[in-house]
């Protein structure tokens, strides 16, 4: 089995595929809502905003951040500061995810998660160039992660792209492989974007490929709001808290309360030049 397809089947059987896709939905349809160029939003208050929004609505599925709990049992009492701040029946949407089963794994101080053998941070990219994302260009971080290495078994037919002998680089695979090995886990990239005059936006999760000579930058990603393999990679804003057609995120079970914990001290930046 590859690494994609361990990936994939860990994070859908653990529910945190679907809390992305419904963090990522919730929260840029909050921003385009509020989007408006005639008080001077722009392309990096829209990325800045969705960037925002999406790292809290992860924290609210994952139960990490401020909605934080003491253990599995508390969060059953309930949803209601989960839910504040929320489009009306959006967090009936959300998929249930016992408290602890993903937990809060920054690097450097970009937002990331933690589940099982998989870590996962946040970037964004130009909509439409998914495929070309440069990641040399990137923060320091997603470089980092980008240079972890080839996946078990990969066979690169253009080794070179790598291999440059670069001291820098070979540091930068050696301290992301000790960074892994520590957390016995495989760092991945949520790729998101949108496109702002229509509110199509994208989606992905994948393994990055440090691109340093062009070419693709991934080993491997799949379509998050692909409903079938080989679907468009594009998914229109809801225009209601209603689940999209053909949606395969069921309505979760509902918490009436839950307890907040304070202060996980973690920085959230904004998209593009403070993409940590």
């Not at 009492?77 to 995810?97: C, T």
């Given at each position: 089995?590859?690494?994609?397809?361990?990936?994939?089947?860990?994070?859908?059987?653990?529910?945190?595929?679907?809390?992305?896709?419904?963090?990522?939905?919730?929260?840029?349809?909050?921003?385009?809502?509020?989007?408006?160029p005639?008080?001077?939003?722009?392309?990096?208050?829209?990325?800045?905003?969705?960037?925002?929004?999406?790292?809290?609505?992860?924290?609210?599925?994952?139960?990490?951040?401020?909605?934080?709990?003491?253990?599995?049992?508390?969060?059953?009492?309930?949803?209601?500061?989960?839910?504040?701040?929320?489009?009306?029946?959006?967090?009936?949407?959300?998929?249930?995810?016992?408290?602890?089963?993903?937990?809060?794994s920054?690097?450097?101080?970009?937002?990331?998660?933690?589940?099982?053998?998989?870590?996962?941070?946040?970037?964004?990219?130009?909509?439409?160039?998914v495929?070309r994302?440069?990641?040399?260009?990137?923060?320091?971080?997603?470089?980092?992660?980008?240079?972890?290495?080839?996946?078990?078994?990969?066979?690169?037919?253009?080794?070179?792209?790598?291999?440059?002998?670069?001291?820098?680089?070979?540091?930068?695979?050696?301290?992301?492989?000790?960074?892994?090995?520590?957390?016995?886990?495989?760092?991945?990239?949520?790729?998101?974007?949108?496109?702002?005059?229509?509110?199509?936006?994208?989606?992905?999760?994948?393994?990055?490929?440090?691109?340093?000579?062009?070419?693709?930058?991934?080993?491997?990603?799949?379509?998050?709001?692909?409903?079938?393999?080989?679907?468009?990679?594009?998914?229109?804003?809801?225009?209601s808290?209603?689940?999209?057609?053909?949606?395969?995120?069921?309505?979760?079970?509902?918490?009436?309360r839950?307890?907040s914990?304070?202060?996980?001290g973690?920085r959230?930046?904004a998209?593009?030049?403070?993409?940590?």
């Open positions: 089995m590859s690494e994609q397809q361990d990936a994939l089947e860990d994070l859908e059987s653990s529910g945190v595929l679907a809390a992305v896709a419904w963090a990522n939905a919730s929260a840029y349809r909050r921003t385009m809502d509020d989007y408006d005639d008080t001077g939003h722009d392309q990096g208050w829209v990325g800045s905003t969705a960037h925002r929004l999406f790292v809290d609505r992860l924290h609210r599925a994952f139960s990490t951040g401020k909605h934080g709990v003491d253990s599995p049992e508390s969060a059953s009492a309930g949803l209601d500061l989960v839910a504040a701040g929320l489009a009306p029946g959006e967090h009936r949407r959300m998929p249930l995810i016992t408290p602890g089963v993903v937990v809060w920054a690097l450097n101080q970009s937002p990331g998660w933690r589940c099982g053998d998989w870590r996962f941070l946040l970037t964004s990219f130009v909509y439409g160039e495929d994302i440069p990641w040399p260009q990137k923060s320091p971080t997603k470089q980092r992660v980008a240079s972890q290495g080839r996946p078990a078994g990969w066979l690169d037919p253009y080794p070179t792209l790598f291999d440059d002998g670069s001291d820098s680089l070979a540091a930068a695979i050696e301290a992301q492989r000790e960074e892994d090995a520590e957390l016995n886990a495989t760092t991945l990239v949520v790729a998101h974007s949108i496109e702002r005059e229509l509110s199509i936006r994208e989606l992905h999760l994948g393994r990055s490929r440090l691109n340093r000579r062009g070419g693709d930058a991934w080993f491997w990603r799949h379509d998050l709001l692909a409903s079938d393999p080989g679907a468009p990679t594009a998914e229109p804003i809801p225009t808290p209603d689940p999209r057609p053909g949606s395969s995120v069921q309505d979760a079970p509902v918490r009436l839950r307890q914990s304070e202060g996980s973690e959230h930046q998209l593009g030049e403070n993409d940590k």
